[in-house]
């Protein structure tokens, strides 16, 4: 898959009609897990963005790219917003604050259940510095009454001045239609800058690597620290229409090891077994799927890795 900086716009433009077509960049921020993942995830209408319980899931950008009415809307799903304390957790948050000001417009994505406290303060402060136009979607309003929503809404906006306020549900879908035609018919008149079929700019090496990640911290959320990483090493076509994968679980001592793979190996296993099944449904072919978990000790201070997330090394 083409990266947005090697494609020229109106590569992608789709047959021409008597209407403009519309395009841009819109970039998701907020607190760790607002829901930005599984809102991009159903904006999109299909799985570019690994879900998890477990916070900072998303650790680089994640494009979604999403056709409504004659727009093509590219989703900037940024790692969460937060306080850092290590050389990873700065240069995720120095990635999000980049996607946004990159970005056409600006989305900021609320867990209405926790409100303004903590990073979303934070966030509201730090977005004083970034001159896109913004708009403010509250999250999870099946879980709040409709009084407080409307007074988490106005609190919001006397810190920033948002175009728009939109209340939704990213799970049941619900609201999401609106903030789509709102998009669809604000960001800029212009071509397309992706083929009308790509959902996302992910390449499928680092997409799998992502859905195996997604695996192991459903499955070992408690026990697995968030100290960990995939990467897919091989990757081969085979004749018979299938393909093998192989990847690379890094941990950061033995014990880790040890709980990755579980008793007699079955906690691999079933980590292998879940995300095999789901590549094999992402890419429409049979996938055969090789873990091996290995320790390399401060990873997380290895600029290599750091490339491989799409991350900038921070000094």
């Known amino acids: 898959m083409t990266e947005n900086e090697d494609m020229a716009p109106g590569d992608g433009a789709p047959e021409t009609n008597d209407r403009p077509t519309h395009s841009g960049f819109v970039a998701l921020i907020g607190p760790t897990n607002a829901g930005k993942s599984t809102l991009v995830n159903r ?28 727009a093509q809307i590219v989703f900037m799903d940024t790692p969460g917003i937060f306080k ?15 996607g946004a000001k990159d970005a056409d417009l600006i989305m900021l994505l609320i867990d209405s259940e926790r409100g303004l406290r903590g990073d979303a303060e934070a966030i509201l402060e730090g977005l004083n510095e970034v001159h896109q136009p913004k708009i403010l979607v509250l999250n999870k309003i099946d879980r709040v009454k409709r009084e407080d929503l409307l007074a988490l809404a106005a609190a919001a906006n006397e810190k920033i001045k948002f175009d728009q ?6 799970e049941n879908g619900s609201g999401c239609d609106d903030v789509m035609n709102y998009l669809a018919a604000t960001l800029p008149e212009g071509p397309w800058y992706y083929p009308e079929d790509q959902i996302s700019d992910l390449p499928m090496r680092q997409l799998a690597a992502e859905i195996t990640r997604e695996k192991l911290f459903l499955r070992l959320h408690q026990e697995l620290p968030y100290s960990s990483h995939v990467e897919t090493e091989k990757w ?22 040890k709980i990755a793979l579980g008793k007699a190996g079955e906690t691999i296993k079933a980590i292998s077994t879940a995300s095999r099944k789901e590549l094999s449904e992402i890419l429409e072919q049979p996938v055969h799927l090789f873990l091996f978990v290995k320790v390399r000790e401060n990873w997380g201070d290895d600029p290599e890795r750091f490339r491989e997330m799409g991350l900038e090394f921070p000094r």
């Open 165 to 170: 306020t939109f209340m939704i549900s990213a």
């Open 43 to 70: 904006l999109v209408g299909a799985k570019v963005s690994i879900v998890s319980h477990k916070v900072q899931t998303t650790r680089a950008i994640v494009r979604g790219i999403a056709i409504h009415d004659n």
């Open 84 to 98: 850092p304390r290590r050389r990873l957790d700065r240069a995720m948050v120095t990635s999000a604050w980049g």
């Open 236 to 257: 081969e076509e085979r004749k018979d229409g299938s393909v093998r994968i192989e990847q690379v679980i890094y941990v950061e001592r033995e014990s880790q090891k």
